[in-house]
Each structure stands twice: as structure tokens, then as C-alpha cells.
């Protein structure tokens, strides 16, 4: 006889707090999208590239022109990246 378990769920808090603290990711922004991760971001160039770091529950962290500048702000503050697809 074959049990099956119960799958654990994860309540919306739970899930949005999963890898609090741990885990960050990095995507490309375009300018427009600018002002509702950073508000308080000043005018920027709308031909630059930019690059955001955002914790786990999707809090912005930094906003550069420098995606090299994401990684060593993750591992300053000792967050893991990962790839989001």
C-alpha cells in the first residue's frame, strides 16, 4: 500500500519571505521602470544601461549603470544571486 504525504504549503507570508536575508537577484532595468523601484532616484539618461539588485522579497537595493557594481553590493551584504528565468 502505497501513503502519499501531505505537500507542505507555504502561507503568502511565509512565501514572501522565503530567502529574507539570504538571497538577492539581479535584472537589467529600463529608465521608465525607474521610478517605481526607486522613487527617490534622480533624472537619468534613457540611453544608459541599467542594473537593480532587489532582495528575495523584491525590496530594491541598488541602482547602478554597472552591473559588476550588483555582485560586489550582493556580497557585501552577504546575499546570494540568483538567476530568476
Request: aromatic fraction near 8%.
Amino acid at each position: 500500500m502505497l501513503i502519499k504525504e501531505a505537500t507542505p504549503r507555504l502561507t503568502q507570508s511565509e512565501f514572501a519571505h522565503l530567502g529574507s536575508g539570504e538571497l538577492a537577484y539581479i535584472r537589467k532595468m529600463r529608465v521608465d521602470e525607474v521610478s517605481r523601484c526607486f522613487p527617490d532616484a534622480p533624472d537619468i539618461d534613457p540611453r544608459a544601461d541599467l542594473w537593480a539588485l532587489f532582495a528575495a522579497d523584491g525590496t530594491p537595493i541598488l541602482l547602478t549603470d554597472n552591473r559588476s557594481s550588483t555582485f560586489f553590493k550582493a556580497a557585501e551584504d552577504e546575499l546570494r544571486t540568483v538567476s530568476l528565468h
